[in-house]
């Protein structure tokens, strides 16, 4: 994990001071060497020359390969998105901090469902004069243009 301020509370230069390439700086870690070590088993590039696959990890490759049912050869490109699986935990010397991923937004999506059925539940439906409702987005950040975030064109003014 590489722990930070959520982006919509950091300054223009503080998010410029941290400034990561998700391609260069995020690359995930596979495997280690272990398996060579034990095995004898020698996993490098093939000598293919074709301007991507020199560039691809060669167990993964092979995993993708092996899950897919197809030669390596056969993989023209792919798209891979990884995503933080561990479970929540404390920390600090008197476990005082929660350490878990989407965190903000989970908490308050949870507190806005509660309090809308906290409202419902109190009968105070039959008294307003709005509609009650509440809107969460996958890219929760305002600034988010997805096309599931906040300022998705479903928010359109």
């Known amino acids: 994990r590489i722990p930070n301020l959520a982006i919509h509370l950091q300054t223009a230069d503080e998010r410029a001071a941290f400034k990561v390439n998700k391609e260069?700086?995020?690359v995930p870690i596979l495997a280690t060497?272990?398996?060579?070590a034990?095995?004898?088993e020698n996993n490098k590039k093939d000598d293919v020359k074709d301007g991507w696959t020199e560039h691809q990890e060669p167990l993964l490759l092979q995993m993708l390969a092996s899950e897919l049912d197809i030669n390596v050869s056969n993989i023209a490109d792919f798209e891979l998105n990884l995503f933080d699986t561990?479970?929540?935990s404390l920390?600090?010397?008197h476990s005082?901090?929660?350490h878990a991923s989407r965190l903000d937004n989970l908490a308050t999506c949870f507190l806005a469902v509660q309090a809308l059925l906290d409202h419902a539940i109190e009968g105070k439906l039959e008294n307003d004069e709005d509609i009650s409702l509440i809107a969460m987005f996958?890219?929760?950040e305002v600034g988010s243009a997805s096309a599931t975030g906040a300022g998705s064109p479903i928010m359109g003014d």
């Open 24 to 26: 260069d700086h995020l």
């Open 96 to 98: 005082e901090f929660v």
């Open 86 to 88: 561990q479970a929540a």
């Open 33 to 36: 060497a272990a398996k060579k």
């Open 38 to 40: 034990l095995t004898g």
């Open 91 to 93: 920390g600090g010397i």
């Open 138 to 140: 996958d890219h929760e």
